[in-house]
């Protein structure tokens, strides 16, 4: 049992959670995640990226967003009440330049929508490991941003907004301003996590460029041990398991209209669990 | 008895739900005997002084000695006699492939040229099991003195559980850690319901408890803590590594990614564990497969489409690329697939899988085989008829070819040895590893194998630990 012990609403749909977890916030580097389940019996098991941890607290903290039946009912739980399952951390920890043999450089991070919030302890590792980080931070609109005092904290004035209809920052997507850094040449990596799809315009954006590009995958996932293959991409033609091959990979070789294939699998069954849950909290 | 009257007692057939209705429940297939069925057919066995049964079971279970006391009635000293060298009776009663140990070798068998008439040594097994269980009669176990030496057993599978068990009657403080939030391993996650009620597991679960087992789940060894810092950092004496042959095989042909293929390990762990099959009730999504095409030729091949049955598929295939002869499969569950309806396959095999645009399985391509010459396992390989693809109109593909050993724990605990294939390599008489003080067992060293043969591994473990923990004290 892993008692919350703050809440916090984020935006219209997007929560944080901090929730006890004393060894894995011990544990945890930068780009790992955990699989929570809130009940036991008939629950399902989502994954969910550790965005920052207090090990002195022993606690983890979670941003997530209200997409479908798990994360509705868990943004319904409050302070107090406990989680039934929480277990990390899983995945590979993220290989920070500067700190994985690389010489440190110039990192541009790329994060759409929740995908921000992930991002954050990688953002934070870089810049400790002696990286110039820039964060390009985007979203459909000024209400679905999160996280960006934290994020300028770390990037200062090489913090850049953009939404999809202007409503801050600047109008248009994140390819944009991605595409005039590498045109100015100084970009030596880039860092994309947020919705499939971007991640798949980020990789086309930069290839002309020769910059290395890592994506963190965000696939259906059960045991997230490497027990079932649900997770599973093609990356550079090989078959990877993304809970413990990755979730990051070099964006340039994965196959990305298969990964977003994949991840539609179940989404009839999705929506109608959906509408149920809706259903139960609005008869309350 | 004299042996011509024992041999004149018929074989006493097991109960069973009928194909037809079972195809569509969850319930177990196979009902089990009355009291009087298993006097009965424990009264068939001839009392062999040579006892060749025995050289076929794993655990070399005492079997014309608990045959006998069954043969009489008296099914606590049979349990008592079995639980001498198994500890998981009830569930190995079920899922031994005993054809292929004690019953292959039974005289009885022998004698009427049948193997299927040999004593059904399993089917009494499972009695003297379930009585006890169901009954609320088992013995009490007894633990002894403590030693204040502590003990961690990884994975709750058939190997751990025995591992733990053993350590804790040893009277060491034992701490069992799984990944999953059930205990139980392939019992819970892979092996269905229909086969092997998830009662029987918790039972023996709750025993371990009894014993003073502290299991703690969600709770992945190598992320969660490593297991340099469990001897270090937690202070535990030894380490028992027993986290199975996890890692799903896949066949490597084209399409294999597409929507609606899944390894056996992701169909079977959505319907047993996380019991998609509860529609509406369960959160984990329900894939609702009408033509479904299963490739392979294990238990892990039949428990897959015999599940895609009960799951509501119109339409079962079972693509298996040898014969009914070299199957795998313990004989009884191939034999209830066939029963039940799923349509075999033989000597034919994938070759792509075909998709629509969307990425959604719509059909299958498959080869016809025929046998050629013996492999190396002696074994006649197969050898495709070229040009003869035909394919199969299936929406949901079940790839069940096998499972590799899961390297996780290797990956993160320097200086284990593997061998080529990752499983770990231990001693054979200790089961210690190349590590001193971390011993391994069950399919993380033999391969994906057998639960009896887990068992066992798990108690040569749990002997060589309490010797390792207390050589320093006699
Ligand atoms: C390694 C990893 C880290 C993640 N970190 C975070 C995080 O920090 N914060 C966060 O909000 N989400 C994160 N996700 C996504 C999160 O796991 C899903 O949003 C969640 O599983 C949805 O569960 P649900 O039952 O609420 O919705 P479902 O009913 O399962 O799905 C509802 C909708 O969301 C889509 N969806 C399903 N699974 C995913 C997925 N894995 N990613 C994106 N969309 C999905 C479906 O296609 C569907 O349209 C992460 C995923 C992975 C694999
Ligand atoms: C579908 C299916 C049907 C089968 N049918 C039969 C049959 O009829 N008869 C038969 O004899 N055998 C059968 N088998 C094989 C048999 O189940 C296995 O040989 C046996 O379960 C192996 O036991 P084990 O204890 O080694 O590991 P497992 O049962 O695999 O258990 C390992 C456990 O360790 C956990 N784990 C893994 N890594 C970690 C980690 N890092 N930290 C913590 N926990 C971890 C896993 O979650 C799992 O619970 C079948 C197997 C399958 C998959
Ligand atoms: S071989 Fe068969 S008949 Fe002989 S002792 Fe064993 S079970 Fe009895
Ligand atoms: S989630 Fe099961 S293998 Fe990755």
Same mark, same amino acid.
Request: hydrophobic share 40%; proline share 5%; with cysteine.
């Given at each position: ?15 944080? *959670? ?33 965005? $920052?941890? %207090? ?39 993220? @290989? ?23 991002? !954050? ?29 934290? *994020?300028?904290?770390?990037?200062? $004035? ?5 939404? %999809? ?10 390819? &944009? ?57 093609? /990356? ?11 979730? #990051? ?7 990305? %209209? ?17 509408? !149920? ?8 | ?60 279970? $005492?079997?014309? =000695? ?32 005993? &054809? ?7 005289? *009885? ?22 009585? +006890?269980?169901? @009954?609320?009669?088992? #013995? ?35 701490? *069992?850690?799984?990944?999953? !939030? ?69 066949? %490597? ?10 390894? +056996? ?15 509406? #009730? ?11 095409? /299963? ?40 034999? !209830? ?10 000597? &034919? ?39 003869? &693809? ?26 284990? #040895? /593997? ?36 068992? =066992? ?16 004290? @006699?």
């Amino acid at each position: 049992m892993n008692k919350i012990v703050s809440k916090k609403q984020l935006s219209d749909n997007v929560f944080q *959670m901090e929730v006890e977890a004393a060894l894995i916030a011990n544990e945890r580097k930068a780009g790992q995640f955990i699989i929570l389940m809130i009940d036991e019996a008939l629950g399902e098991r989502i994954p969910l990226t550790i965005a $920052d941890a %207090d090990p002195a607290r022993g606690t983890i903290t979670l941003i997530f967003q209200t997409v479908g039946a798990t994360t509705l009912k868990l943004s319904k739980l409050n302070v107090g009440d406990a989680l039934a399952a929480v277990l990390g951390p899983l995945g590979r920890p993220t @290989s920070i330049r500067g700190a994985n043999g690389e010489p440190a450089g110039h990192v541009v991070c790329v994060g759409g929508g929740i995908g921000v919030a992930p991002m !954050h302890p990688i953002a934070q590792a870089l810049k400790a490991a002696g990286n110039k980080v820039t964060i390009i931070m985007g979203a459909r609109n000024k209400s679905l941003f999160v996280m960006e005092d934290e *994020m300028r904290a770390i990037a200062g $004035d090489d913090l850049i907004l953009i939404t %999809d209809d202007g409503s801050s920052g600047r109008k248009g997507l994140v390819t &944009e301003p991605l595409k005039e850094l590498c045109e100015a040449g100084a970009v030596d990596e880039v860092i994309a996590i947020g919705p499939p799809i971007m991640m798949k315009f980020v990789a086309l954006t930069t290839k002309p460029y020769g910059v290395k590009t890592v994506a963190s995958l965000n696939t259906i996932m059960i045991d997230g041990t490497g027990m079932c293959g649900g997770c599973r991409v093609s /990356v550079g033609g090989a078959t990877k398991f993304v809970c413990v091959d990755g979730p #990051e990979f070099d964006a340039h070789q994965v196959d990305w %209209d298969q990964m977003l294939k994949r991840m539609g699998a179940f989404r009839p069954q999705e929506a109608a669990a959906k509408d !149920h849950v809706c259903n139960l909290y609005k008869g309350i | 008895m004299t042996p011509k009257e024992r041999m004149a007692i018929a074989p006493q057939a097991m109960p069973e739900q009928d194909a037809q209705v079972r195809a569509h429940n969850m319930n177990e297939v196979a009902l089990g005997y009355t009291a009087e069925m298993a006097k009965t057919e424990a009264s068939r066995c001839l009392q062999c002084p040579t006892k060749p049964c025995m050289q076929g079971c794993p655990v070399a279970i $005492d079997i014309p =000695g608990f045959l006998a006391a069954a043969a009489e009635g008296d099914f606590a000293t049979a349990l008592k006699i079995i639980r001498k060298t198994s500890l998981l009776p009830a569930v190995c009663g079920r899922v031994c492939p005993q &054809e292929k140990q004690c019953q292959k070798f039974c005289t *009885m068998g022998k004698v009427l040229k049948d193997v299927d008439k040999a004593v059904a040594i399993g089917r009494v097994e499972r009695f003297c099991a379930d009585l +006890a269980r169901e @009954s609320g009669t088992e #013995e009490p176990v007894t633990c002894a003195p403590k030693t204040g030496r502590k003990v961690a057993v990884i994975g709750s599978g058939p190997a751990s559980i025995t591992c733990a068990a053993d350590c804790a009657k040893a009277g060491h403080d034992v701490t *069992m850690f799984e990944a999953f !939030h059930k205990c139980g391993g392939v019992l819970v996650y892979g092996i269905p319901e229909f086969r092997l009620p998830k009662s029987i597991v918790r039972h023996e679960v709750e025993g371990l408890k009894k014993l003073g087992v502290t299991i703690e789940t969600n709770y992945c060894v190598g992320r969660t803590r490593k297991v340099a810092d469990l001897i270090r950092k937690d202070g535990f004496d030894a380490v028992f590594v027993g986290t199975g042959a996890g890692l799903p095989k896949f066949m %490597d042909i084209p399409g294999e990614n597409l929507n609606g293929v899944f390894s +056996a390990n992701e169909y079977l762990t959505r319907a047993n564990l996380m019991k998609a099959y509860l529609e509406g #009730e369960a959160d984990t999504p329900f894939w609702h497969g009408k033509k479904v095409a /299963v490739l392979g030729g294990g238990n892990v091949a039949m428990d897959a489409s015999r599940m895609a049955l009960r799951l509501g598929a119109e339409k079962v295939y079972l693509i298996y690329r040898r014969s009914l002869e070299e199957m795998p499969a313990r004989k009884e569950e191939v034999h !209830h697939a066939k029963e039940e309806g799923v349509d075999f396959h033989l000597l &034919e095999n994938a070759k792509r899988i075909l998709g629509d645009d969307k990425g959604f399985v719509n059909g299958l391509e498959c080869l016809r085989y025929e046998l050629g010459a013996p492999d190396a396992s002696g074994r006649r390989s197969p050898v495709p008829i070229a040009g003869s &693809e035909f394919t199969l109109d299936v929406d949901t593909v079940v790839v069940a070819v096998g499972n590799a050993s899961n390297p996780l724990i290797p990956a993160t605990t320097e200086g284990l #040895e /593997v061998n080529r294939r990752g499983n770990i390599v231990v001693d054979p008489e200790t089961n210690m590893t190349s590590i001193p003080g971390v011993f391994a067992g069950g399919d993380i060293v033999l391969g994906a194998a057998t639960v009896i043969l887990a068992m =066992g591994e798990g108690r040569r473990a749990a002997a060589g630990i309490n010797a390792y923990l207390m050589k320093d004290r @006699s």
